[in-house]
C-alpha cells in the first residue's frame, strides 16, 4: 500500500501574509511579557516592627494593615514584626504605619495616640518607650 500526496494542496501565503503573522505574534508576546514585568514590579513585600501582646492585638494589627492597602498582613507576637506584601502603586510602608498608630499600636516611625492607647484593652497594653 502506498501513500499518494498528489492530491494534497498547500496553501501559498504571499510574503506580506507570513510578515503580518510574525507581526502580529510578536507583538501579543511582547505585550505579554511588559504586563506581566509590570505586575511584578509594584508587588513589594516588608517587614514593620509593631509593639502589642497579644492574639487580640493580633487580629487589630493586621486589620489596620489591610485597611491601609496591604494584600497580605501576617503579625508574630513574640518578634513584634509584622510581615506585609502590597502593590507599591496603592500603598507604602509610612501609610500602614500610620494605620497601626491610629489604631493604638507603636511602630518605630510613629507613636500612637496617648488616648487611643489608652483605650486598648488591658492585655494589649505594651510597655512604652520614652
Known amino acids: 500500500m502506498q501513500l499518494s500526496f498528489s492530491n494534497l494542496q498547500i496553501p501559498k501565503f504571499s510574503n506580506l501574509e507570513v510578515m503580518k503573522s510574525i507581526k502580529f505574534i510578536l507583538v501579543a508576546i511582547i505585550v505579554a511579557f511588559t504586563t506581566q514585568l509590570g505586575a511584578q514590579k509594584s508587588t513589594q513585600t516588608a517587614s514593620i516592627k509593631v509593639w502589642g501582646n497579644c ?76
Open 55 to 130: 492574639s487580640t492585638c493580633k487580629a487589630r494589627i493586621e486589620k489596620a494593615a489591610k485597611s491601609a492597602g496591604t494584600t497580605t498582613a501576617n503579625w508574630n507576637e513574640s518578634s513584634k514584626m509584622l510581615k506585609i506584601t502590597f502593590d507599591a502603586s496603592k500603598t507604602n510602608i509610612d501609610k500602614v504605619s500610620k494605620a497601626l498608630a491610629a489604631v493604638g499600636h507603636d511602630t518605630e516611625k510613629y507613636k500612637a495616640d496617648p488616648k487611643v492607647y489608652n483605650a486598648l484593652p488591658g492585655c494589649c497594653k505594651y510597655p512604652r518607650g520614652k
